[in-house]
C-alpha cells in the first residue's frame, strides 16, 4: 500500500514557476516508478512525466518537455515536479501516482496508487 500526497499548487502568472512535491508512505515507494499527471478542467487525465525506481530514466509529455522537471529522493519517499515557463494552458489539477510492480507506462492503468492532486492555476 503507498498512501500519496500532494502539495506546492497554487496560483502564477504566465512565465513563472511553481515545485509541485509528492510524499509518500509505504515500503514500496522506492520499488515503483513515479508519474506525474494533470486534469485541465473539463478535460481528460493526462500524463506528464515519469521517473523510473532508480531516478536513472525520465520521459516527459511533448507538452512540458523542456519546461518541466522530474525528480525523486527515495530516503525520504518523496517525488517533485520543477515547472518552469508556465503557460495559461498547463492550469490542471496535478496528480502524481505510483506505478504497478515491475510496470513502466504513461498510461492512467499502469499505476496503482494515486494522490488527490494540487490545482496549478496560471494566470495569463
Known amino acids: 500500500q503507498v498512501q500519496l500526497v500532494e502539495a506546492g499548487g497554487g496560483l502564477v502568472q504566465a512565465g513563472g514557476s511553481l515545485t509541485l512535491s509528492c510524499a509518500a508512505s509505504?515500503?514500496?515507494?522506492?520499488?515503483?516508478?513515479m508519474g506525474w499527471f494533470r486534469q485541465p478542467p473539463g478535460k481528460e487525465r493526462e500524463f506528464v512525466a515519469r521517473?523510473?525506481?532508480?531516478?536513472?530514466?525520465?520521459s516527459y509529455a511533448d507538452s512540458v518537455k523542456g519546461r518541466f522537471t522530474i525528480s525523486r529522493d527515495n530516503a525520504k519517499n518523496t517525488a517533485s515536479l520543477q515547472m518552469n515557463s508556465l503557460k495559461p494552458e498547463d492550469t490542471a489539477v496535478y496528480l502524481c501516482?505510483?506505478?504497478?510492480?515491475?510496470?513502466?507506462?504513461?498510461?492512467?492503468?499502469?499505476?496503482?496508487?494515486w494522490g488527490q492532486g494540487t490545482q496549478v492555476t496560471v494566470s495569463s
Open positions: 509505504g515500503r514500496t515507494f522506492s520499488s515503483r516508478a
Open positions: 521517473i523510473g525506481r532508480n531516478a536513472d530514466i525520465r
Open positions: 501516482a505510483a506505478s504497478r510492480s515491475q510496470v513502466w507506462g504513461t498510461s492512467l492503468t499502469d499505476y496503482e496508487y
